[in-house]
């Protein structure tokens, strides 16, 4: 199957097109000044009446006089609904997680927008879990999916970076952890504004959550897809734009097995598009679900070769 018509039954499954995006209507709440930097608390909509909680990082010095490139980091899972954007914005949660904190202080400026059904987009009834499989379902019923609503959210954060004067609006790229990982390779096929994306520890491809039977994050589950292509085949997509992935030799929720099968047909599509320099993976031996040091080392890099060179 073509690569356009590949596109056409992955959007099929999705849930269809996403609508005519609504006025952003921004507002702010606060701002806090940090050591080198400053953090805005805003919101804005994703579609009409649906506002997304983000925080905004700006480094000292940048302004609309003075633009930056910018990264939009999609947080992780890890069954924690209570935190969402706190923790990469270095608020909250684990310090291993803090990386927008360390990306505004290499200059960029940083997104950090709540997932649905986490953090600030909680519920008053249902709660963490419970809350989650039934959107899950409310998607599925209506014959979309959550997938669907998460890239829709994800364009919407980048519409509003390229919103912001302080925003080189040609060097955006993307971030994530785990959920955000699969984030990550689900919004890049969609979002050709996205130069440069890196994902940390989650491409888990539908054979392997059948041979291993994984639950998993519900963004990862897209009615009908498998008839026609498995996860590495949406990353696929995003070629020729830059995408890096990183992944644990023993992280579970990522069998190797299948994720060393997954990179070699990423690579082959990036080959195909006259881009395979554009494409690149790292698995570290004997690691686990987490960002290690070179890990992240590797995204910085990815990052500073394609949003700043």
Request: charge should be positive; aromatic fraction near 10%.
């Amino acid at each position: 199957m073509s690569k356009k018509d590949l596109r056409k039954k992955l959007l099929q499954c999705l849930g269809g097109p996403w609508p005519e995006p609504c006025d952003l209507r921004p507002k702010l709440a606060e701002g806090l000044q940090k050591d080198g930097y400053r953090i805005e608390s805003l919101s804005y909509e994703a579609e009409s009446g649906d506002r997304i909680p983000a925080l905004l990082m700006i480094p000292d010095g940048v302004d609309a006089q003075h633009p930056a490139p910018a990264v939009a980091v999609w947080h992780q899972h890890n069954g924690q609904w209570h935190l969402g954007k706190s923790e990469p914005a270095g608020l909250a949660g684990n310090p291993m997680h803090h990386t927008g904190v360390a990306l505004v202080r290499e200059g960029y400026v940083v997104l950090c927008p709540d997932a649905l059904c986490f953090e600030g987009r909680q519920d008053g009834r249902l709660k963490g879990g419970d809350f989650e499989r039934f959107e899950f379902l409310r998607y599925v019923v209506a014959g979309r999916c959550m997938a669907w609503k998460s890239i829709l959210d994800m364009r919407r954060a980048i519409d509003y970076l390229c919103s912001r004067g302080e925003v080189q609006a040609g060097r955006i790229g993307c971030y994530g952890h785990s959920m955000g990982s699969t984030h990550t390779w689900l919004v890049g096929p969609w979002e050709p504004r996205l130069k440069c994306l890196v994902g940390n520890c989650c491409l888990p491809t539908y054979a392997a959550i059948q041979r291993t039977k994984l639950l998993h994050c519900f963004s990862n589950f897209i009615p009908g897809w498998f008839q026609y292509g498995d996860t590495p085949d949406i990353a696929a997509l995003i070629a020729p734009r830059a995408l890096h992935f990183n992944f644990g030799e023993k992280d579970r929720g990522s069998p190797i097995l299948e994720v060393r099968k997954g990179v070699k047909t990423i690579a082959a599509a990036y080959a195909a598009a006259g881009a395979a320099q554009d494409f690149s993976s790292y698995i570290e031996a004997g690691a686990g679900h987490v960002l290690s040091d070179e890990m992240w080392r590797r995204a910085r890099e990815w990052f500073k070769q394609h949003l700043k060179a």
